[in-house]
């Protein structure tokens, strides 16, 4: 179930498998690049953030990739499950204006 | 501790009409957002608010405007609805420092017809 290099509006993953979800970006001056999640009926929920120096952070079951070199960003969702289920958004940040990504809709196959 | 509350979270309208989106936040945030989205586009940046007192345009921001009213509240208006304007439009706030975390309200949903 993983998806790397492409940025794709869809993925399906099965129960307990890794994700991995893309998205590029376009403004070099972004300081801050972001994964939201949202649910069906609901608002974005903050998943976890990365700062442009860095190249990789971790939360609990969540890595961030930074690539500024070819302005790649991605997710990785360890062991996913069926709560996984949404819609992720990436977004960067250049001081105080914050732009989203057109959304990757996961789906996890029981 | 309601975080942000958006009203009305729904609405119909006939084109031409006017209306004002309400939000507020309780969690003592400087800046303020409006976003719009719509099927396969994400969510678009309409206006934002840095701080009390200051306001600034967004990627889509034609046909709406926007007030700070004060530290807590950011409303939206359409002064004269479209069926372009349909959509689901969101609230969100960010606390001063520089990360990204947005705390969105539930959203909007509005139908100009």
């Known amino acids: 179930g993983e998806n790397v290099g492409l940025h794709l509006p869809t993925l399906s993953v099965q129960e307990g498998d890794n994700s991995i979800i893309n998205c590029a970006y376009s403004?070099?001056?972004?300081?801050?690049f972001i994964w939201y999640k949202q649910e069906s009926g609901k608002g974005p929920q903050f998943i976890i953030d990365?700062?442009?120096?860095?190249d990789k952070r971790q939360g609990q079951r969540v890595t961030v990739l930074l690539n500024k070199t070819v302005k790649h960003l991605s997710l990785q969702i360890a062991a996913t499950q069926p709560g996984d289920s949404a819609v992720y958004f990436c977004?960067?940040?250049?001081?105080?204006?914050?732009?989203f990504g057109a959304g990757t809709t996961v789906t996890v196959r029981a | 501790n309601a975080g942000v509350t958006q009203t009305p979270k729904f609405q119909v309208l006939k084109t031409g009409q006017s209306m004002t989106l309400q939000c507020a936040q309780d969690?003592?945030?400087?800046?303020m957002y409006w976003y719009r989205q719509d099927p396969g586009m994400g969510l678009r940046l309409i206006y934002y608010s840095a701080s009390e007192g200051t306001t600034d345009k967004g990627e889509v921001p034609n046909g709406y405007n926007v007030s700070r009213l004060n530290k807590r509240e950011f409303s939206l208006r359409l002064e004269s609805a479209a069926p372009s304007q349909t959509s689901v439009y969101f609230c969100?706030?960010?606390?001063?420092?520089?990360?990204?975390?947005?705390?969105f309200g539930e959203g909007s949903r509005l139908t100009v017809l």
């Open positions: 403004n070099s001056a972004s300081d801050y």
């Open positions: 977004a960067e940040k250049d001081d105080y204006k914050l732009s």
């Open positions: 969690m003592n945030h400087n800046s």
């Open positions: 990365i700062r442009s120096n860095m």
């Open positions: 969100a706030s960010k606390t001063h420092d520089k990360t990204g975390e947005l705390f």
